[in-house]
Each structure stands twice: as structure tokens, then as C-alpha cells.
């Protein structure tokens, strides 16, 4: 079988088919030789590169998408595709993870069609989207991937449907609040929205998220983390590149075991909140590449060391330290004890 040159028979009983970077091209069977390269494989000046696109033959519109007859993984990555493609029932009642990553897509809507789908996996990020339905596609979506769309608010998107969701990636969008939407999706485990333009007072419904275990909020406008104090199955939280000057507010969270707040604003570090009692499971702590300055900062992370048995690292490299408060070596790690390491490396004292 054979369309514009380009031969299916070894792909179309596969279950995974990777169309992506094919728009506009004709793609030469590799058993047939090309007409066009001399033998010694050096190609003409005046032959068109096959990897440049041909607007004049739309790979897109030839796939015979009803002969792939066990697909579950197809895609369609960097096609310039601007509209989703009308596939065949067929397709859809065994497609699970659909991947559309680096096309044009403004919007999305999935048709009836899908109702009796399967997709668990749908991946439309470096799109254009500014809205999507998935309504039809809410029972079984179990992953869904967002970056880099023109998305500036959740609400938007019809989140609330995506009740089985449980990993949502959102992050170099526009978006500018959360919306009330997203209290629906009552199995989110993992939730990546960084590099946008929440504050404080758009983040309020992250807080009451149940199943919550990961959450990326860095690059935002945040200066205050009181609003996520609610979720108490969080293990991994990341809050850098925010105007934070206080941990404050997440002294609630028992489960965490990841903290990362580098570039922020903090200055001092709060023993009310830093203490084994708020944070008896915590491994990691990062506050590299903030303001910390004073030496009993350091006295406060050194006893939380001493008094945790989990804690592996805790990292404060480049700030501003000026006092030498235990010996380092010559990488800049201030050794506590055989497991455990404060990083210094890049502060005026050590």
C-alpha cells in the first residue's frame, strides 16, 4: 500500500505510529530507490530536500488512518496541523495516547465520536490553544499535556469534566488564575504550572486539591504560599523563581518531602516553621540563589539536621552568607554529620 510515495504496509499493524514532522513531504519508500540521487548519494542542487516541507503535497490528507488497525500510540508532532484530524471510528475506539505536540491547533473540541474512547493520554502541548472541550473524552483521560499554549484561564478548558485526571501539565501559558473549575478534579496527583501569571490570590483552589502529591508553581508572581496550606498529601512542592520572602503557610504540610524555593526573596528562615514537628519526612531542602545572609540561618538549618531523620540535603549555594559557621571544604559543602550536607558553594564565607 502506497500513498504519494510513501509505502504503510510495515507500520499500519503497529501499535504505536509516528507520523510527526511529515507535513507536506513526500517520504520515499526505503526499498525504492529515489530517481533523484545520483549513485553516489550526493543530491543535486536542484533537487528539493526531502525534509523540507512541499506545500504542494499534503502528506496529512493521504494517511489512511482506518488501515491502522491496532493502534493505541499515534503521532502527530510538528505537522502545522491548525484543526484536530477527522480519524475513523475505528482509530479511536483503540487509540490511548494521542500525541499532537508542536502543530498550530487554536482550539480543540473532540466530537461525540469519542465517547466510547479509551484515550488516557493527550498530549497538545506548544499548540495555540486559548480553549478546549474534552468533555467527551473525560471518562478515560488520564494524563494531559498543556505547555506552551496561549491558555489564561483554566476555566477556559472545561477542566471540571476531567474528573479521572491525574497529571496535569500547564506550565508557559498566559494564565492568569486557576479558575474554580479545577475543585473537580479530585484524583490530580501530579499538577505542573509554572511559568505563568498566578499571584497569591489565583492559586486559592490548589489548596483544596485531595490526592495533590506534586506540584511545580515556579516562574510565577507569588508572595505568599498561605493559600496551598490545605493540602496534606503533598510531597513535592517547588516555588522558585517567586517573589516569596517566607515559607510561612505550608507548615501544615506533614508530607512533604521536597521543598525548592531557589530564587527567591527569602532572607530569613523562620524556626517556627522549619522545625522536624511541621516537616518530619522532608529530604530536600532548596534555597539556593536567594538572600540568606546571616549566620543564624544557618545555626537554624543546622539544627534541623541534627534533629531529622530523613533530611539528605539542604542546599542555600550563592547566596549571600558572610560567616564562616562550621568548616567547609573545598567545594563549598558545609559537612553536619556522615549522610547529610548543607551546600554553600558561591557565598562570601566560604
Not at 500547564?170 to 473549575?181: A, E, M, P
Request: proline share 3%; charged share 15%.
Amino acid at each position: 500500500m502506497r500513498h504519494n510515495g510513501f509505502s504503510w504496509t510495515s507500520i499500519i499493524h503497529d501499535e504505536t505510529i509516528d507520523l510527526s514532522d511529515k507535513h507536506a513531504i513526500i517520504s520515499p519508500d526505503n526499498n525504492v530507490p529515489d530517481n533523484n540521487v545520483p549513485d553516489n548519494n550526493v543530491p543535486d542542487n536542484n533537487v528539493p530536500d526531502n525534509n523540507t516541507p512541499n506545500n504542494n503535497t499534503p502528506f496529512m490528507d493521504d494517511v489512511p488512518f482506518e488501515t491502522f488497525t491496532r493502534c493505541t500510540k499515534l503521532a502527530l508532532r510538528q505537522n502545522k496541523i491548525q484543526t484536530l484530524c477527522e480519524l475513523p471510528q475505528s482509530l479511536i475506539n483503540t487509540l490511548q495516547h494521542y500525541d499532537l505536540y508542536d502543530n498550530n491547533i487554536i482550539t480543540a473540541t473532540f466530537t461525540n465520536a469519542w465517547l466510547d474512547s479509551n484515550l488516557q493520554i493527550l498530549d497538545i502541548s506548544y499548540n495555540k490553544i486559548t480553549s478546549i472541550n474534552l468533555s467527551h473524552i473525560a471518562h478515560s483521560l488520564r494524563e494531559l499535556y498543556l505547555i506552551g499554549n496561549q491558555i489564561n484561564n483554566l476555566d477556559s478548558c472545561n477542566v471540571s469534566c476531567l474528573t479521572n485526571l491525574t497529571i496535569l501539565e500547564l506550565g508557559d501559558n498566559n494564565i492568569t488564575s486557576v479558575g474554580h473549575g479545577i475543585h473537580a478534579l479530585v484524583n490530580l496527583r501530579e499538577l505542573y504550572i509554572g511559568s505563568n501569571s498566578l499571584d497569591e490570590n489565583s492559586i486559592t483552589a490548589l489548596g483544596t486539591l485531595p490526592a495533590l502529591e506534586l506540584l511545580h508553581l515556579q516562574g510565577n508572581m507569588i508572595t505568599s504560599l498561605k493559600q496551598l496550606g490545605y493540602n496534606n498529601k503533598l510531597q513535592h512542592l517547588y516555588v522558585g523563581a517567586n517573589p516569596l520572602i517566607t515559607l510561612r503557610g505550608i507548615e501544615m504540610m506533614h508530607t512533604l518531602v521536597t521543598i525548592d524555593a531557589q530564587k527567591t526573596l527569602i532572607e530569613y528562615i523562620d524556626d517556627d516553621i522549619l522545625n522536624v514537628g511541621n516537616f518530619p519526612k522532608l529530604e530536600e531542602l532548596d534555597l539556593s540563589m536567594c538572600r540568606i545572609w546571616n549566620k543564624n540561618e544557618v545555626a537554624i538549618l543546622r539544627g534541623f539536621v541534627d534533629a531529622s531523620d530523613t533530611i539528605k540535603l539542604i542546599n542555600i549555594s550563592f547566596n549571600v552568607v558572610e560567616t564562616q559557621c562550621t568548616v567547609a571544604d573545598c567545594d563549598g559543602v558545609l559537612k553536619i554529620n556522615k549522610y547529610v550536607a548543607i551546600c554553600a558553594a558561591g557565598n562570601m564565607g566560604v
